[in-house]
Every structure is written in structure tokens, then in C-alpha cells.
């Protein structure tokens, strides 16, 4: 084998020792990568092309992605619970309807609906939601919130404040508005706009040992507002009605 052969076998075993691993960091690769200039060119353009491909490749996970997985599945969930309870005590009123023919205690006879207001559900939604939304920070745009909030009929000329979250949510299982805002205090105001339409028991406001809440009528929803005790939740309310443009 003549001198020659053997720099042509050196050279094709370096492109393929480069093609196969491009981060190879032989000596030997190394020696014969500075060899001479073409060997240095081909194995500059191959670390940049790596580079380029760990790069293009290299995609991150978008913000809160796994807490909005679990909220949309919650939320699906819920829903479907809520749907399920709902023919159960339908078919049980059916049912005590045919056996005692209709008597007085069935004329005050209400759904679940009926039953629960719309205070303990925003409390139960929050609580329920706490775990995903208490770190979020989206920083949605105004064009977002109003895109969310059109089919409500409603919308905002400008931030209501410092937005972190906003999407639809499911609101005892009916569609609804849900968006989340810094309080006064630094703590989370959880805002709703409910449709008129969902068959909940209209309070002005409610509240427990760690949350109070406040509702405003709209045209044809309700806005709800939820905040720690120690949130000035009631000026929250004020500025929202006053700040929210109502189409229907």
C-alpha cells in the first residue's frame, strides 16, 4: 500500500468517524481534523451544523403546561360528574313523582340547580383549582381576555388590572368566564362571568373562614368575584362592572 492510499484511507475514515458523531473527541480525530485546511473546514461546518440541529431541536415546554393539562381535565370531569349527578336526581324525582302522585311536597320539589347557589360553587371552584392556578402568571394580552370573554357578550377597553390567568371554565357545569388578578393585598381575586342561564340561586354575596365573594347582576350574566378575607374585593367588584363594556 503506497503513501497515498494510506492518507486516503486516513481521510475517509475521518469523514466517517465525523458523520457518524460530529461531538467525537478522539485524539486521533482531532489530530487529523487540523491535518489540513479541507479537513478543518468540514469539521467546522459539521459542529455548526450540530449545533443548528441541537438548537432546532432543543423546543421548551411552554409556561404552567402541565397545570393547564390538569385544569382542562378537571374541568372536563367535572362537567361529566356534574351532567351524571344531575339524571340521577332527575330520574329520582320522576320516581317519587309516579309513587305519591304528585302531592304538595313535590310542588317545592327543586333540582340540584335550584339547591346550591351561586356563592358555594365559586368557593368550591376556587378551592378546587387552587393547586394549578396559585403560581400562574400568563401575563395575558387584553386582546386574549376579550376573545375569551366575546361570547359572553362582554369586554374590557383596557387591562381590568394585573391579569395572570384567563380562560372558560365549567361553572356547576355549564360554560363560563373565569380570569384571575392581583389583589390590592398581593393575593389572587378570582373574577367569573356567569350566563343568566345557569340555574344557580342568585346571592349578593357569601363567604367562609378563608374566602368572601360578592356578586354583580349584568345584563344577561353574572359577575362574580372571589377573594381572601383580607382583600378589598367589594372595590375590585365596582371597578370591574364599571370597566366592563356590555353588548347584550
Keep these: 500500500m503506497t503513501k497515498n492510499e494510506d492518507k486516503a484511507m486516513d481521510e475517509l475514515e475521518f469523514r466517517r468517524q465525523l458523520y457518524t458523531n460530529p461531538r467525537e473527541r478522539s485524539d486521533t480525530l482531532i489530530q487529523e481534523a487540523t491535518r489540513t485546511p479541507k479537513n478543518k473546514k468540514l469539521y467546522d461546518e459539521m459542529q455548526q451544523f450540530e449545533c443548528k440541529l441541537e438548537q432546532a431541536l432543543n423546543v421548551g415546554v411552554p409556561d404552567a403546561l402541565a397545570e393547564r393539562l390538569i385544569l382542562s381535565q378537571s374541568f372536563d370531569d367535572s362537567q361529566l360528574e356534574y351532567r351524571r349527578k344531575t339524571r340521577v336526581h332527575i330520574a329520582m324525582a320522576a320516581s317519587i313523582a309516579f309513587v305519591v302522585g304528585l302531592s304538595f311536597s313535590l310542588v317545592n320539589w327543586q333540582l340540584p340547580t335550584g339547591q346550591v347557589n351561586m356563592g358555594q360553587v365559586a368557593l368550591e371552584h376556587v378551592y378546587h383549582e387552587m393547586p394549578y ?65 345557569t340555574e344557580l340561586q342568585a346571592v349578593e354575596s357569601f363567604a367562609d373562614k378563608k374566602m368572601h365573594g360578592m356578586v354583580s347582576k349584568l345584563s344577561n350574566a353574572n359577575l362574580v368575584v372571589v377573594g381572601e378575607r383580607n382583600e378589598p374585593i367589594e372595590k375590585a367588584l365596582d371597578t370591574l362592572t364599571a370597566d366592563l363594556n356590555q353588548s347584550i
Design 133 to 197: 392556578t396559585s403560581g400562574v402568571d400568563e401575563q395575558p394580552s387584553l386582546q386574549t381576555i376579550n376573545a375569551k370573554l366575546a361570547r359572553y357578550g362582554a369586554s374590557f377597553d383596557q387591562l381590568p388590572g394585573d391579569v395572570v390567568y384567563v380562560n372558560h371554565c365549567a361553572y356547576a357545569g355549564a360554560p363560563a368566564f373565569h380570569m384571575i388578578m392581583k389583589g390590592k393585598m398581593g393575593s389572587n381575586i378570582n373574577v367569573f362571568v356567569v350566563p343568566k342561564s
